[in-house]
């Protein structure tokens, strides 16, 4: 009597349909109603679920079909369709596209085939709704926090049940007797009922279920008390969930669903510890992933953290072949799967009835456990075969083994980590996996250039905060603040220009460094690549991977040069992999673009050293204090110049190098950069030179000497080297500052009249 | 200057590869003209160098001593013979021994050149690392040699798939795991161990010779474990 089944539509659910007998809403329910919903449903939700009533339905009657060609359609359903999904299934490897090409495939035929029925069998499922919703309207439900939502459906399905059979109130009490899955506690159902009848004469279903939501689901922000009460007794994470999901479908609608009188800060702090209690997060991380990701993505990143990633190998093809391995890891019973399109030795594991790690091919060095996104930075570097490659932070292996087997072990790699504990690992994997052409050290990665330099290409995978690998390591979770992440930036930057200054630019086949980090930080990744790209002669060049996202070119307040769109971004939400950051660089030339004020000091040393960059952090201030004689030193400055800029250039910081063919492009290079790099300048000046004021000063000279006279020849220069003071301070000073302020400015000009006048 | 020797019947033959006017103790090749004459234990017949060699200092990363290259060599040819020399004449470039923190390190000449901007505290490990010399200068033999080893190895046993993961955990092997054994092996000879997939394992020392093995009961030792894969797992702190 409640339920009524039009007879003329084929219910064609599970066996034995002639048998099929009415089970009640929750079991009749569970087949509409997909198990990912919880009890309570946001707007959204709901509307999710409807949709997918009128699509879950099409799947189902197509299934019965292909099966048995019992139906009707059995005529112009053939089986080569049938066919063709299968092959399709099979021949592709483990590409999601394949997978959403077939689902298409098979909503397209649904459609084709079930468009009639389909709304018929919506009403059905709308009167299970119906009646669902009229029989919880008697009870409460316990909610804690916000009202509850109606579900959609359940509205439509009120709605059309009332105008078909217009027995309300029988229904009513039939539906009191049916189980009751969901949990309705708003009184507003009774209102809004009355309300869809009305709409429902009008308009179109659709519409009045849009009309509904505005008028129905308002998610309510916790008030004060509320907030007291959470304290005491915290809520449990299911409504927290629930309310996290409801908030982010309020921003993202938020002139709509916004409650009068709550800003939009109070709807994100109460997201933010929801977010933070729900996955466990402290709210500084909270805070900086809600800067990278919108509302939406940041939910799906949070909970792809909390899930492993699949486990990936990387076939050695020094001593095998991927698709003889693939057959002899079946053989001891694993079951795998090549990477993906863009990886010829990659393979993931899905499951395994022996330790992969511990199988005779691993240690036959067959294959190597390596993290999908390990696999990029050196697909990026791509090393040729004779090639002297160095690998800055090689531990544990995994990135240097692949670029030995990509060379045929031909070349040399220098392999480097900066901890000796982690450095056995390397040496294992690298004997394990029959690498030959490889060296390993122990340096601190920033003294690199001292040691070697000029080699083809570099590897940077630099320390970092791990943001990106958050599912290996939940610990990051809680344990990162803001020191942490600007240790580690500070770090990642010093060890670029190492890593830039050990590329040789002037090599046949190279001269590329690639930086990656495991870390999804805008401060460790695009800001690292700014400044080095700020800091020396390179440029970004496309990595060759052609999925990812791009790397940002503005992030908040920060803007990035443009050519940073050419870095890639992975994400384990949308990639299924560990968060990686990859750039690219090639270096143009030797030479180290030095500060205007600098450029004239180092012309002689300058070409001597150009191969040898010195970037250690500067220790310029210490000689800087030590040596104020600017004045005393002029027939021999020439020759303590040569000197003492050799000693200085070792000693500070690179910008002091300028090889004098390089100038006329060097200058016209600090020319443009005159703004930003004046200020920077300005206030290093400001800093170092505190207590010397007499050496600022002279600095100041030196540097608007040199200023004017960049635009001169270099004969002008010769004086202006003259004039500059074979100091160590002033070298060391000049070299970090060349943009003064105005006051600076205008006692430099008139020191200069003097000098002038004086000479 | 390089130096001759007096084998026993065999004509003294100059080092063919210090033909020029280079120190022996720089050359290694010398023991090649040595091991092309049937294996003696040949330990008489080395002369020694300049007292200058003698001093070593262990931290260098140094060439070998002719003592401790007659040693290694020795041992090396216990299992691939004279085929030693293969191992240093390699098509792609000329390869040498090279000692380090007491293990022997086998490298092209070209990594060395680049080996020797980095200073000897900071090295780790160059090029393969082939085994060390203990305390009293006997040298053992890592499995990290064993690339090197297998495909010059003359004598080989093959171990069943059911014995795989014994030999694999550090155990002899037992006739009942033995599936093919070389012909003629002598008794205490060094042996590659192969997997059936002809995949190498590791090496020993064979305990019987191929006459006894077929008659010897199933669960005695036919091959004395000496090194096997297993150790980048179980030993992995002992291989640097």
Redesign the interface.
């Known amino acids: 009597m409640g339920r009524k089944i039009d007879p003329t539509n084929k219910v064609k659910r599970g066996p034995g349909r002639k048998a099929r007998k009415q089970k009640g809403a929750e079991t009749e329910l569970a087949k509409f109603i997909t198990d990912d919903e919880p009890k309570k449903l946001s707007s959204r939700a709901k509307k999710r679920a409807f949709k997918r009533t009128q699509v879950t339905v099409k799947p189902k009657e197509e299934k019965q079909p292909k099966k048995g060609f019992s139906d009707e359609n059995s005529e112009w359903l053939t089986p080569a369709k049938r066919k063709r999904k299968l092959e399709q299934s099979e021949g592709d490897e483990d590409s999601d596209s394949q997978w959403e090409d077939e689902e298409d495939l098979d909503e397209e035929e649904k459609e084709e085939v079930e468009a009639n029925e389909d709304e018929d069998d919506d009403g059905d499922m709308v009167d299970d709704y119906g009646a669902m919703e009229d029989s919880s309207e008697a009870e409460e439900a316990e909610g804690a926090d916000s009202e509850e939502e109606e579900l959609l459906p359940i509205e439509r399905a009120a709605r059309k049940q009332k105008k078909m059979q217009k027995a309300t109130t029988q229904e009513e009490d039939e539906d009191d007797d049916d189980d009751d899955e969901e949990e309705e506690e708003d009184e507003e159902d009774d209102d809004e009922e009355s309300e869809d009848e009305k709409m429902d004469d009008k308009e179109d279903e659709d519409d009045t279920i849009q009309m509904n939501l505005d008028g129905v689901d308002k998610f309510k922000l916790p008030g004060a008390s509320e907030r007291e009460k959470e304290e005491l007794v915290p809520l449990d994470l299911q409504s927290i969930h629930q309310r996290i999901k409801d908030n982010v479908d309020v921003l993202s609608h938020f002139s709509e669903k916004r409650e009068e009188g709550k800003e939009r800060t109070e709807y994100l702090s109460l997201l933010k510890s929801d977010m933070c209690t729900y996955y466990s997060y402290n709210p500084f991380l909270m805070g900086k992933l809600m800067d990278l990701f919108p509302h939406s993505e940041l939910v799906d990143f949070l909970e792809a953290n909390e899930i492993q990633r699949p486990v990936t190998i990387r076939t050695n093809t020094l001593k095998t072949r991927r698709r003889d391995l693939a057959q002899a890891l079946i053989n001891r019973g694993v079951n795998l799967d090549p990477l993906g399109k863009w990886s010829k030795v990659g393979l993931v594991i899905f499951d395994s009835s022996v330790p992969i790690g511990a199988t005779p091919e691993y240690l036959a060095g067959h294959y190597m456990l390596q993290g999908a996104s390990s696999l990029l930075p050196v697909m990026a570097l791509s090393p040729q075969e004779g090639e002297t490659v160095l690998d800055m932070s090689s531990a544990p292996g995994g990135k240097t083994t692949y670029m030995a087997q990509l060379m045929r072990n031909t070349g040399v790699i220098i392999a480097n980590d900066a901890s000796a504990d982690r450095l056995k690992s390397v040496v294992g994997n690298i004997h394990r996996l029959g690498v030959t052409n490889s060296i390993i050290c122990n340096y601190d990665g920033r003294q690199f250039p001292k040691v070697m330099g000029g080699f083809d290409r570099v590897l940077l995978d630099a320390p970092c905060s791990g943001t990106g690998v958050i599912s290996k390591d939940p610990a990051v979770k809680t344990s990162k603040d803001d020191s942490d992440i600007q240790r580690s930036a500070h770090l990642q930057k010093e060890l670029i220009l190492a890593a830039i200054d050990s590329v040789n630019a002037e090599s046949q086949t190279g001269g590329y460094l690639v930086y990656c980090t495991c870390s999804i930080m805008v401060e460790e990744n695009e800001w690292v690549v700014d400044y080095a790209l700020k800091k020396r002669n390179v440029k970004l060049v496309p990595t060759g991977l052609d999925f990812g996202k791009e790397g940002f070119t503005r992030f908040k307040e920060k803007r990035f040069h443009p050519s940073l769109k050419l870095t890639r971004r992975f994400y384990p939400h949308s990639h299924n992999m560990d968060g990686f950051f990859v750039a690219k660089l090639k270096k143009f030339s030797n030479t180290i673009p030095t500060a205007p004020a600098d450029q004239k000091e180092e012309e002689e040393p300058a070409e001597e050293e150009t191969p040898v960059a010195s970037e250690e952090p500067s220790k310029n201030s210490k000689p800087a204090k030590s040596k104020p004689q600017q004045k005393n030193k002029s027939p021999s400055q020439e020759k303590t110049e040569t000197k003492q800029t050799s000693k200085t250039i070792s000693d500070s910081k690179t910008t002091e190098k300028v090889v004098s063919k390089n100038k006329p492009a060097v200058k016209s290079k600090k020319l443009k950069d005159d703004g930003p790099k004046q200020k920077k300048i300005a206030r290093m000046d400001e800093e170092d030179s505190k207590q010397d004021k007499k050496t600022k000063e002279k600095l100041l000279k030196v540097s608007k000497v040199d200023e004017e006279t960049s635009k001169k020849s270099e004969a002008g220069k010769k004086e202006e080297s003259l004039l500059t003071k074979t100091n160590k301070n002033k070298k060391k000073l000049l070299q970090k500052k060349s943009r003064m302020g105005k006051n600076k400015f205008k006692t430099l000009k008139k020191m200069l009249k003097k000098q002038e006048s004086g000479l | 200057m390089c130096h001759s020797f007096a084998l026993t019947a065999h004509v003294p033959q100059l080092c063919t590869h210090c033909a020029c006017a280079t120190v022996l103790r720089q050359c290694s090749h010398v023991l090649y003209t040595v091991l092309a004459a049937p294996l003696i234990p040949c330990v008489s017949l080395f002369l020694s160098i300049s007292a200058g060699s003698l001093i070593i200092n262990l931290v260098i990363m140094r060439p070998l001593t002719d003592e401790e290259t007659k040693t290694m060599f020795e041992k090396l040819s216990k299992y691939i013979g004279e085929n030693i020399k293969l191992l240093i004449d390699r098509p792609?470039g000329t390869y040498c021994f090279r000692l380090h923190h007491d293990r022997v390190y086998?490298i092209?000449e070209?990594?060395l050149k680049?080996?020797t901007?980095?200073?000897r505290d900071?090295?780790?490990?160059?090029?393969?690392?082939f085994g060390k010399f203990t305390k009293t200068q006997k040298f053992r033999l890592h499995i990290?040699a064993l690339?090197f080893l297998a495909p010059y190895a003359k004598y080989k046993v093959w171990v069943k798939p059911g014995a795989?993961q014994s030999y694999?955990y550090g155990n002899h092997i037992m006739k009942s795991g033995l599936g093919r054994i070389t012909e003629n092996t002598a008794q205490y000879q060094g042996v590659v161990v192969y997997?059936m997939?002809d995949?190498?394992?590791g090496f020993g020392v064979a305990a019987k010779n191929t006459q006894e093995c077929r008659k010897v009961d199933p669960m005695s030792i036919v091959v004395f474990h000496q090194a096997d894969?297993?150790e980048?797992?179980r030993c992995?702190?002992t291989?640097?």
Not at chain 2, 122 to 129: D, H, R
Request: aromatic residues 6%; charged residues 20%; glycine residues 6%.
């Open positions: 792609d086998y092209s070209k990594m680049m080996a901007n980095i200073s900071k090295l780790v490990s160059v090029g393969t690392c990290t690339d795989e694999l997997s997939a995949v190498p394992l894969v297993g980048y797992i992995e702190d291989l640097t």
